[in-house]
């Protein structure tokens, strides 16, 4: 198929990419400077059962549409057959295909925001390795962008996890609605399109959270939720577990709000003004001679124990969030790079 004559990208292009209109909106211009119209960022960790068939799909499906693409997979660490899978795909389609590796297991959303810094798209879409959401839906996706809008997000029509990963994911969808306020039907679902102004900004925060999805939301100009497939993982095990679900969970509550430590406030504010009363009553009590056990006054300290430690907890929370920022460390470390330069591509092509 023929793709789109490019030239080499300048420096400023990222400048160049986004006019502000009078009004003040944001406009995007098409840019014709040798990079893909579309990106596509997969991390993969263990993903060997599933490579063949979601390279073959994707390809496929990418190769018939008419907007030109590169994907970058991003291999967080594998210790199976998938660095060898990617290094024999690279071989075969350095054309379209780019791949990172880390030198370690840095996690899901790290892996994805690796691929956010380098890619060359004007239009970004990101996609789980397991195939539970179809690759052959992307080019809807496109479509939908096509209609006006800076993100379009995939919501899972109907989900095909176990009863534990569902309501779990739900769980923690309402708690990043009522927690952030911020508007979006399912942020677990990974197929989601992002104008490239969206995923500049995702990179600048340089945010170690996992919600990679909620914090582009925020950023997002127009936005929609767009319905799309899930299927069964069919290979492979679920890389979650209880720890990592409340890991995020606890990343989503302190990565985008202070309403927890707010909250925890005025817990302690209702509670220290209900002591005080139970204090009077009992001095009361004692005063008039009555007698009492014990129960309720240990029941009493434990509660207020419970809270002190979760309190204590939280502030761990947000003081080790503070403390990663402050350090600096690198959020991920990458021991190698595959990728055609856009020079060496259109050369090739010359
Ligand atoms: N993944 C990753 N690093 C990890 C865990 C997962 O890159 O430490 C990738 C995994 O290969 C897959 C995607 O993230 O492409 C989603 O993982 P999984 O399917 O296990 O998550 P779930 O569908 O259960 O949310
Ligand atoms: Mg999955």
């Given amino acids: 198929m023929q793709k789109k004559q490019i030239q080499p990208r300048t420096e400023n292009s990222a400048k160049k990419r986004i006019a502000k209109k ?17 990106s596509i960022v997969i991390p993969m960790f263990n993903e060997e059962e599933n490579f063949h068939d979601l390279s073959t799909r994707l390809l496929k499906t990418m190769d018939a549409d008419k907007r030109s693409y590169e994907v970058i997979f991003i291999d967080d660490g594998s210790t199976d057959k998938t660095p060898e899978m990617l290094r024999t795909l690279f071989k075969k389609r350095s054309d379209v295909v780019r791949v990172i590796t880390f ?170 003004a209900a002591s005080l009363v139970y204090f009077f009553v009992e001095v009361f009590k004692k005063v008039v001679g009555h007698h009492h056990g014990f129960g309720l006054h240990f029941a009493f300290v434990f509660l207020l124990l419970s809270i002190l430690i979760l309190g204590v907890g939280l502030l761990g929370e947000y003081l080790g969030r503070t403390y990663f920022t402050v350090c600096n460390h690198p959020r991920f470390v990458i021991r190698e790079i595959l990728e055609k330069s856009i020079k060496e591509k259109e050369e090739k092509k010359s």
């Fill in 22 to 38: 009078s009004d003040g909106q944001i406009e995007f211009k098409k840019l014709n400077n040798g990079c893909p119209e579309v």
């Fill in 103 to 272: 030198n370690g297991n840095y996690g899901q959303y790290v892996a994805i925001l690796a691929g956010f810094e380098h890619v060359r798209g004007e239009v970004i879409v990101t996609l789980d390795a397991d195939l539970q959401n179809l690759p052959e839906e992307i080019p809807d996706l496109l479509n939908k962008m096509e209609e006006g809008y800076d993100l379009v997000g995939g919501y899972r029509k109907k989900r095909h996890d176990n009863w534990f990963r569902t309501y779990a994911s739900k769980t923690i969808n309402y708690i990043r609605a009522k927690t952030t306020g911020i508007q979006m039907r399912d942020h677990g679902c990974m197929l989601r399109a992002y104008k490239r102004y969206i995923i500049d900004e995702v990179v600048k925060t340089r945010e170690t959270s996992t919600f990679i999805t909620a914090l582009a939301q925020k950023f997002a100009g127009k936005a929609i939720d767009f319905p799309v497939t899930h299927e069964e993982r069919r290979k492979g095990i679920s890389k979650y577990n209880l720890y990592k679900l409340i890991r995020i969970t606890f990343d989503l509550m302190t990565g985008f709000s202070l309403a927890p430590l707010q909250a925890f406030t005025m817990v302690g504010m209702t509670i220290s």
